[in-house]
């Protein structure tokens, strides 16, 4: 089997064992990334020899030591392009530093290999935002493999990769991971340094991992998680090994079952896939309950309106003065501007700017921003209230699979309503994990449907737990594309 | 509320963007519609709820007022599109 299909896990035991060596890895995975990325589209570029020499060297005694991670082309790699899926940074911004995040992989002995693509700026659903290349789900190259991490979960789901790096938002780790058939785990809100991580909404993004099976997300985990000085948001709590009590498995787990979430619209394949996953942790010793959570219809529109609003300030450093696009028209300062950033940001952005500028600008500052973040409080006090009766949240991880490219795109409004499960986790800070949990039909192919647990703040522990008792009593983790 | 009409060319000056008579017309409709959904929430009371700026709210992380490494002017210029005497240069701002 080529080590392209690996796990973590298997890869470090024959690391360990001295039977392979990093640079069999990371050959192994060229050879697959130059076969297959030109039609799944997940890398936009790889620095072969620079990975090479990280592999030489690596340092195959440390816990994640010689295992190359593929990176989301938003998150800074020293020496490598970071275009955020952007043609305002391609060709025109190499990365001097390392993200946080990426100098915790280097210390637990990983490598970076690979910059994935992504919608610009990470605002979309279906990575067909990226201004630099299309990429398709591995399981029907005819659709989206979701966004804005659709890089990082289709080289996953699709094995270009052994496990990589994505960031969430709204859901762009969870929902990509949801529908090309990996795990994917947005940590809780502060766990995860965000320096290193170009700003799209600075009080939502989290950085987490895109793995094959849910021990691979415990043991990247640990290699991210920290109070970080750069990061003034970083909690400054101590985190256990992820890797201890994943095999505690539910037994009087009490997991809740929001009525809320049980939508008109759902695909009747996701709704039976996560139907019988809810049967199964029953089986295995959960206790199902309903709960409310009476805030739900609030979600989409409440960060719809705080993320344009964070975007629209964090993106006012594309300026084209310190980096990036700078357009040739010439004029005074503020066409210098306005003409840079018209040339170098598609239409997403654009949109999403606009209307974070709208609701920041006087006179409606408190009908929309204010009204949002009071909004924000409610949903997360629902939450609170709801994790007195409950240890975890299930709910489909979003309402249907892998639509086909191109056929959502259209109306924005409508793409924006498919995040209605994730978002809430990005809104109240917790962490939530998308784990495979079957295969909805559409047009003869089988697609990935992903089953979404939300835990209490800081305790991912608990969410891994779960979400490794299902997966290995199921052998959804087993399946491969074609 | 119901939404007002959008001044897209208002915004899309404070938005730093120069748009298009065809792109104005298309986000205005577009912001006009998303900002429609948005109304759902005056469907809430949120009268007397604290807003919320963040999740998970720390405050006040202080540091020591002390300088430390961080980039030469070498690196925080290597991406500059213009520069000139190990500054980043722009066009004539003062008359």
């Not at chain 1, 899926?85 to 025109?92: A, D, E, R, V, Y």
């Not at chain 1, 996953?277 to 309903?290: D, H, I, K, P």
Request: glycine share 8%.
């Amino acid at each position: 089997m080529s080590l392209s299909n690996e796990t973590i896990a298997s890869l470090r035991q024959r690391l360990s064992s001295k039977e392979i060596t990093p640079t069999d890895i990371v050959n192994d995975l060229v050879m697959t990334i130059e076969a297959r990325n030109p039609e799944v589209g997940s890398y936009l570029t790889v620095d072969v020899e620079a990975a090479l020499a990280e592999a030489k060297t690596a340092d195959v005694s440390k816990p994640l030591g010689g295992i190359p991670i593929a990176i989301k082309d938003n998150i800074n790699v020293t020496g490598q392009p970071c275009t955020c899926g952007s043609k305002f940074l391609q060709g025109t911004y190499t990365a001097p530093y390392d993200a946080t995040s990426i100098q915790l992989l280097r210390e637990g002995g990983a490598l970076p290999l690979g910059r994935l693509n992504m919608d610009e700026f990470a605002m979309g659903s279906t990575t067909e935002n990226s201004a630099l290349g299309v990429t398709r789900n591995p399981w029907d190259l005819s659709r989206v493999p979701g966004g804005s991490s659709g890089g990082s979960a289709s080289c996953v789901g699709g094995h270009l990769a052994i496990a990589a790096l994505g960031s969430d938002t709204g859901g762009s780790i969870r929902q990509p991971a949801a529908l090309c058939g990996c795990v994917g785990l947005k940590p809780t809100y502060g766990r995860v340094s965000r320096y290193g991580l170009v700003a799209f909404a600075s009080s939502l993004d989290q950085i987490g991992p895109i793995t094959k099976t849910v021990e691979d997300s415990a043991l990247l985990l640990n290699h991210l998680c920290g109070k970080d000085a750069r990061d003034s948001t970083t909690l400054d709590v101590s985190f256990p090994d992820f890797t201890k009590g994943l095999k505690d498995g539910v037994k009087g787990l009490r997991i809740g079952l929001p009525k809320e979430y049980f939508i008109e619209g759902m695909h009747p394949g996701v709704s039976a896939a996560v139907a019988a996953a809810t049967r199964q942790l029953e089986s295995l010793g959960a206790e199902l309950v309903e709960v409310s959570l009476p805030h739900t219809a609030c979600g989409v529109a409440t960060y719809y309106i705080l993320a344009p609003a964070e975007a629209s300030a964090n993106l006012a450093r594309f300026d084209g003065v310190r980096y990036g696009h700078r357009t040739a028209i010439q004029g005074d300062l503020l066409e210098h501007y306005m003409n840079t950033r018209a040339e170098g940001f598609g239409p997403e952005v654009k949109r999403r700017i606009l209307l974070g500028t709208y609701v920041l600008s006087s006179g409606y500052y408190d009908a929309y921003y204010l009204k949002a973040q009071r909004a924000r409080t409610l949903i997360r006090m629902d939450f609170e209230k709801v994790f007195e009766k409950v240890d975890l949240i299930l709910s489909p991880t979003a309402p249907s699979p892998a639509h086909k490219l191109g056929s959502i795109s259209k109306d924005p409004l409508k793409m924006y309503l498919e995040d209605v499960f994730t978002i809430a986790a990005n809104l109240a800070g917790l962490p939530a994990i998308s784990v495979p949990c079957g295969f909805a039909e559409e047009e003869g192919k089988r697609l990935p449907v992903g089953l979404h647990l939300v835990g209490r703040p800081l305790d991912e522990a608990t969410v891994l737990r779960a979400a490794y008792a299902y997966e290995q009593s199921t052998d959804w983790h087993q399946a491969r594309p074609e | 509320m119901s939404t007002p009409a959008i001044d897209i060319h208002r915004i899309a000056t404070l938005s730093r963007l120069k748009l298009t008579d065809a792109e104005a017309t298309q986000y205005s409709a577009q912001l006009a519609s998303i900002l429609d959904y948005v109304n759902v929430l005056e469907k809430h009371d949120l009268s007397g709820v604290e807003p919320s700026a963040h999740a998970m709210p720390v405050f006040d992380v202080w540091r020591d007022d002390v300088a430390a490494p961080s980039f030469t002017s070498d690196q925080a210029l290597a991406n500059a599109p213009r520069k000139s005497q190990d500054q980043f240069m722009i066009g004539k701002v003062v008359e």
